[in-house]
């Protein structure tokens, strides 16, 4: 059927669906939400300036009021004080949207496991793309962001319904492995002690 | 045209401790010194009058005011030391003024009105030490949010915190 259209057509009308229309034209004009806490922020900058120019990958147009992206990226650590105000900035984008979780702080709280760090974003709002690396480089930055637009070129709606099949949270639960070590140090075991085994 | 030589710092300190034991009669100093830097340790029951003499003789700028938790320290006799960090500037002598505060009345005069300098940092000490300061002009916490419970610089404190990093509500794809 397809090909029998095609031929009488020739190469003056193109099809396609709508979604993937959308997903083509999305993946290729994300703006990014800055939301750089740390030097991963530096790293950033870096990756928008002109050495490693991220308009080659058409997301070059940053914005610094949510209201205008649609890609937050979340570089550096984020402090329990700054965790509402995150979430906020997120639910302020318009769909669709998505999220890169930049550098070890903002996927797992990196090197600060302490009270006042947020051990990863993930476990407090949705994330899309993780890049690792302490700070990574702009060109691992310029990775995620190729693997964000072929996610979304793959699975993109132009309704985003693809977004309302995710009703679970997507991060390690709250209260998991580090929080039970945390619990037994405080109920006299010590790391130190042969015998005790922290994660078990 | 003379260039005025300074004088040494032995020899400023020592009149320093002239004036303070004149304006300080009855008051118990406890003098210390380790490589030039000059300690004195003060009660805290005659706080406000100690700090008023500091500043009458010479130490105008209140550089720092911390504290420290003694809690685990094998030799203390107290929980808690709180440290005024003093400059005289026109000298450039330097004096470090501490005084013992203990469980469970942790409050003592606020230094806001000998320095102004010492409105943030008490808040700051109050923030992370849970000592209190009577007649500052606005206390309440500096760094943390105002409903945080705990003083995470205390020594008995744990240091990845009593859950306040996971108390917050997740938000799923769908909702957002």
């Known amino acids: 059927m397809a090909t029998q259209i095609n031929k009488q057509l020739g190469d003056n009308v193109f099809l396609t669906t709508l979604d993937a229309a959308a997903s083509w034209g999305r993946a290729n004009s994300l703006w990014p939400m800055p939301f750089a806490t740390a030097c991963c922020g530096i790293e950033l900058m870096s990756t928008a300036a002109s050495k490693h120019d991220l308009s080659r990958f058409g997301s070059e147009v940053m914005r610094f009021s949510p209201r205008q992206c649609d890609l937050m990226i979340v570089a550096g650590r984020v402090v329990m004080k700054m965790l509402p105000v995150l979430q906020r900035i997120w639910l302020q984008m318009p769909e669709p949207k998505w999220c890169i979780s930049m550098g070890a702080c903002a996927c797992s709280g990196g090197v600060f496991d302490t009270y006042a760090v947020v051990q990863g974003i993930d476990r407090f709002m949705p994330v899309d793309v993780y890049i690792p690396g302490c700070p990574p480089r702009p060109e691992q930055l310029i990775r995620g962001i190729i693997d964000l637009q072929e996610k979304i070129q793959k699975g993109g709606t132009i309704n985003a319904r693809e977004f309302k099949l995710r009703i679970l949270p997507e991060g390690p639960p709250r209260f998991d492995e580090d929080e039970l070590i945390r619990i037994r140090e405080r109920n006299g075991f010590k790391l130190d002690d042969p015998t005790y085994d922290p994660v078990h | ?176």
């Open chain 2, 1 to 176: 045209m003379t260039i005025e030589t300074p004088k040494p710092s032995s020899v400023e300190i020592d009149e320093v401790k002239l004036k303070l034991a004149d304006a300080l009669a009855g008051v118990a100093l406890e003098w210390s010194e380790f490589r030039d830097q000059y300690r004195v340790v003060f009660p805290a029951t005659e706080l406000l009058k100690c700090l008023n003499a500091f500043k009458s003789a010479g130490f105008e700028q209140l550089s720092d005011l911390t504290a420290v938790d003694l809690l685990e320290y094998s030799n203390a006799t107290d929980r808690f030391e709180i440290v005024y960090c003093l400059l005289n500037v026109d000298t450039g002598l330097r004096m470090i003024a501490k005084t013992y505060l203990n469980e469970p009345d942790l409050t003592i005069p606020s230094a806001t009105s000998v320095w102004s300098g010492a409105d943030w940092l008490e808040r700051e000490v109050y923030d992370m030490y849970g000592i209190l300061f009577s007649g500052h002009p606005n206390f309440k916490r500096l760094l943390l949010p105002q409903e945080f419970q705990s003083f995470p610089m205390r020594k008995d404190y744990p240091v990845k915190g009593r859950g306040e990093r996971h108390n917050f509500p997740v938000i799923t794809r769908a909702e957002s």
